[in-house]
């Protein structure tokens, strides 16, 4: 078994083989200069620009991964640690506790914790959290807006076109470098 | 320049602390007195670099690992073997991405369009199976491609399909790769991913739609043979074209073929071509006429396929979103519809006056009408193709894998009683000394 | 042999098989080549989505606030009389000083207009304003992030007061006869001054013993004003009401409660300003839900200045309701028209009462 057996064949068949093999050869060193000059070694990974968002629900319904690689995030130095947090509480909540009736998010993926008075902290249960960007609006549109979408890469398999960035509205989608993989607010933002 | 960009933004933002301390102000948080310590929002990582040079290391070696058990060792088993870890690593592990199959796209998409930047893995994903294809046939079918390795896996009551069937099936994968690379050289939509039937599997999630589409696929899978790869796959369509010419391929016994026909049996891919032994055609003037009928059906065909792609264009062009955006705005501004979506309203919030929005949907709508009618001549030349290929099959006078078709499975090795006895021999050429025993060494 | 017959391989010699290597591998060197000089790598255009498809979820999973959008016509009490264009970039803040001026503090300049809307004078501030406030004497105090600037009526420079420290951020200034009261957000306290700018003393301090709640100010938002009822009135957007102090820091008493609906205050801090009528009812803004509303001097809701549907940009994007910069200050002049600076149009929108 030295070698691969090869096929018996006519010499006019193997001599077009072989031509046509030659063109294909041609052909594949052409793609591949052209497509090493198009193409970059740094992996690149896709973001949401939090200030672009319009909140539209389409992160929650597009990703391919389900629920959505797209959580919201909490950053904790610009929250203002409300009592009464528009995204954590119905706009009209009957009235200010965890109740269930009370709460915004559909799936009760936001955990209030009481703080000293008057203050509360809020945190993300982020397995519970589908990225429907319904809290994320509460907060913009009240408060300081430290809730907010960021696709999180523990859970996003960074398709080469990404379905919810095709699908995003505002172009909020953008590719950013894999070793800097997020587009946090700031609370320099602010003020 | 788009790199250079990101790169002066990227600054930009780590120059932000820097810049507080110039005039940027910020607000201060509450004070907790009660020793509140403030969380760190969490941010895990993205998929490190080093690993998707694995993914590429690791193709390169199952191509050759599967070439070497192919054509070398002629061994099922050990395809077998590779199947089932290329479905463990690129399907389960790398969640079935980066694929070859849709590879195709961002190659047409960077081709097209140059200002989109292909990652190098995916150059590499897309270019290295199509080489060893060129040489050794579709030995990255038979055991690398987790679309295949799935397929082959849980074929359990292979089912025949007609030959007539299986002739006008074998179109579709063309015109499947034609349409990928007008949607994707368009940059309206990738829709060989958006169509993929096991990515839910590998990913396990999905939408209901991919979930159906998958559980479809692998019903049909247990009685058809690889229905995705010999049906759909339009990566396959590629390399069925390269590997009709590769330098070396599956190939059953060369010479003394005794016609048992058990390969055909066994193939589950009716990749076995029947020997041309009887002429189809036994009057040649006939056969000329008929001949001279098809090739000058083809340019016909192509005519009328690009015509009809022509008429297509406009409608195509709505699946690209700034067409879609720019019917909607016009609808708007016309008073057509009262209701605006979502895109309208984000795409009136930028400002961006209505008359660019509108040229670059005419745009991209001219490059639809132009690449739809590429599209329907490249499908009407596979219809074409086609039917001169059904008429004049290839001629050969054994049984014998069809270079186009098989997919390397070596599952004929099994059967070919000719080839079980060559591997017989070789075994006990190993194990017993070729000195005579009996005297009755010739066989 | 049958063996070898089978197992033969293609008879192709060394020198063969290494022509033909040369060839295949010259032939994909001549691709190669080919490649580079067809095709240009520069970007023509970046690949952008404008996203049209896709789906959205039901309502459950949307913050919907479009049925509060809308006034009860019967409330609204008052007229968009006239808009004063300040030309500002970025306008900040607005008061009335003496004769019914209309003084807007905004880029690094305060302008001056007279009440007809026509500008009548304008200076140069060293800094980005936030707030001002105009005395009886014609004297602008101005507030800077950290610290007040005191100019006099030809805009000259008078003074420029100590920084109130780094974490500061004022956000309104109230002059009474011999007092200024500065409201800084950042320490979420009232800073009282004496008219030369020596600091007096601290109001609005967490204080169990005196029953004072404390400032709740998550975002740059802490108006206040002196009534002629010779009180500090401030506002505590945190508990959605309007406090009153004495001008030594004693909370004599408080009104409002939140709601979305007319008759409280929207969201999680509101009002962000307010302004008093000439006979000492209250005039407040809030934002998220932009609207302007009028309540007594017991802080009983009484009508509408202005509803939502009057400021279309901030419903329209979430990012410019909420995150601070909104200005909506509000001024009132002697003949009770109500001013409002509207930081979306950069313009003053003066409303006079229905008639």
Request: aromatic share 10%.
């Amino acid at each position: 078994m030295s070698a691969p057996i090869t096929k018996p064949e006519s010499s006019r068949r193997q001599f077009f083989n072989g031509t046509v093999r030659g063109a294909f050869l041609f052909l594949l060193g052409a793609a591949t200069t052209l497509l090493f000059r198009r193409s970059q070694p740094k992996r690149t990974v896709w973001q949401i620009d939090p200030y672009k968002c319009i909140c539209c629900t389409r992160c929650a319904t597009e990703c391919v991964m389900h629920p959505s690689a797209v959580k919201c995030v909490q950053v904790y130095p610009m929250c203002g640690y409300c009592k009464l947090c528009t995204g954590y509480f119905e706009p009209e909540p009957i009235s200010l506790d965890t109740g269930a009736e009370n709460q915004l998010c559909p799936t009760g993926a936001i955990k209030r914790r009481a703080l000293e008075d008057p203050y509360y902290e809020y945190t993300i249960d982020e397995p519970l959290c589908i990225g429907c960007a319904k809290c994320v609006k509460g907060c913009v549109l009240f408060g300081n807006g430290s809730f907010f979408l960021q696709v999180r890469h523990d859970r996003c398999v960074n398709c080469d076109e990404c379905a919810i960035a095709i699908a995003c509205p505002p172009q909020a989608f953008q590719r950013v470098p894999a070793d800097k993989p997020y587009l946090m607010k700031d609370r320099e933002h602010q003020a | 320049m788009r790199r250079l960009v990101r790169g002066c933004l990227w600054l930009a933002l780590l120059g932000l602390p820097l810049a507080s301390a110039f005039g940027v102000e910020r607000f201060p948080p509450p004070e907790f007195d009660a020793g509140y310590k403030m969380p760190v929002t969490t941010v895990p990582a993205a998929r490190a670099q080093w690993l998707s040079y694995l993914d590429v290391a690791v193709l390169v070696a199952a191509l050759a690992l599967t070439s070497h058990l192919v054509l070398r060792k002629r061994s099922r088993d050990g395809v077998l073997a590779v199947s089932v870890f290329s479905l463990l690593y690129f399907g389960f592990y790398q969640q079935g991405c980066v694929c070859s199959i849709g590879s195709v796209q961002d190659i047409t998409l960077a081709l097209f369009n140059s200002g989109y930047v292909v990652p190098l893995t995916t150059v590499a994903f897309f270019l290295l199976p199509l080489v060893f294809t060129l040489f050794f046939g579709r030995t990255f079918c038979a055991a690398v491609c987790p679309m295949g390795a799935i397929q082959d896996l849980t074929l359990l009551k292979p089912v025949k399909v007609p030959a007539w069937l299986e002739h006008v099936l074998g179109v579709l994968p063309f015109v499947y790769l034609g349409a990928g690379i007008l949607f994707a050289a368009t940059g309206s939509a990738f829709i060989i991913c958006e169509y993929d039937p096991f990515i839910a599997l590998y990913r396990r999630t999905g939408s209901f739609g991919m979930l159906a589409l998958g559980a479809a696929f692998l019903i049909a899978g247990i009685f058809i043979g690889r229905p995705y790869c010999r049906f759909l796959c339009p990566y396959g369509a590629l390399l069925s074209l390269v590997s009709r010419y590769s330098k070396w391929g599956v190939t059953l016994s060369p010479t003394d073929c005794i016609h048992c026909q058990i390969c055909d049996t066994a193939c589950p891919y009716g990749a076995i071509a029947d020997p041309t032994l009887k002429d189809p055609h036994p009057d040649p003037r006939k056969r000329k006429r008929r001949l001279i009928a098809l090739a000058a059906l083809v340019p016909l065909l192509v005519v009328l396929g690009g015509w009809l792609g022509g008429r297509l264009g406009v409608p195509f062009s709505r699946m690209h979103a700034t067409v879609s955006l720019a019917e909607q705005v016009a609808a708007e501004d016309a008073g057509k519809v009262k209701e605006l979506t979502d895109a309208s309203k984000a795409f009136r919030q930028t400002g961006q006056p209505a008359e660019e929005l509108y040229a670059e949907a005419l745009r991209v709508r001219g490059r639809f009408v132009g690449g739809s009618v590429w599209f329907g001549a490249f499908v009407g030349l596979v219809f074409g193709v086609t039917l001169i290929s059904v008429s004049e099959p290839r001629k050969q006078d054994i049984y014998d894998p069809h270079p186009g078709d098989c997919v390397s499975c070596g599952r004929c090795y099994v059967y070919c009683p000719k080839e079980i006895v060559r591997l017989k021999r070789i075994q006990s050429k190993n194990v017993i000394p070729l000195t005579p025993v009996r005297g009755e060494q010739k066989s | 042999m049958m063996s070898d017959a089978l197992n033969s391989p293609a008879k192709a010699t060394r020198r063969q098989f290494l022509r033909r290597s040369v060839g295949g591998a010259s032939l994909f060197g001549l691709g190669s080549a080919s490649g580079l000089l067809s095709f240009p790598a520069q970007a023509e255009k970046p690949v952008v989505g404008k996203g049209g498809g896709g789906h959205t979820l039901g309502s459950e999973f949307t913050y919907d606030l479009s049925k509060f959008y809308k006034t009860d016509p019967a409330l609204i009490q008052y007229d968009e009389a006239a808009k004063i264009t300040t030309g500002f970039k970025e306008l900040r803040a607005i008061a009335v000083g003496p004769a019914d001026h209309v003084y807007a503090a905004g880029d690094q300049v305060v302008r001056v207009f007279n009440k007809a809307g026509e500008r009548v004078s304008e200076f140069e501030l060293g800094d980005r304003p936030r707030c001002l406030a105009v005395a009886a004497t014609g004297n602008v105090f101005v507030g800077m992030k950290d610290h007040v600037e005191v100019f006099n009526t030809s805009g000259a420079q008078h003074a420029r007061w100590k920084s109130a420290g780094s974490d500061a951020v004022l956000t309104a200034v109230a002059v009474a006869e011999k007092d200024v009261f500065v409201a800084d957000a950042g320490n979420r306290v009232v800073l009282r001054y004496d008219l030369s700018g020596k600091l007096v003393g601290r109001i609005g301090k967490k204080n169990p013993e005196k029953h004072i709640p404390g400032f709740i100010v998550p975002s740059p938002y802490l108006d206040l004003s002196v009534g002629a009822d010779g009180l500090l009135w401030v506002v505590n957007p945190g508990r959605h009401r309007l406090e009153a102090y004495t001008f030594d820091g004693d909370l004599q008493s408080f009104w409002g409660e939140e709601s979305l609906g007319v008759k409280g205050f929207c969201g999680c801090c509101n009002p962000i300003h307010f302004a008093r009528l000439p006979d000492g009812r209250f005039v407040t803004s809030e934002k998220g839900l932009p609207r302007v509303k009028v309540y007594s001097t017991k802080g009983d809701f009484e009508g509408v200045v202005a509803g939502p549907e009057l400021f279309p940009k901030q419903i329209e994007n979430p990012h410019t309701a909420g995150v601070s910069g909104v200005c909506m200050d509000l001024a009132v002049d002697s003949t009770g028209r109500v001013l409002l600076a509207d930081a979306f149009t950069r313009e003053v929108r003066v409303f006079t009462r229905k008639k």
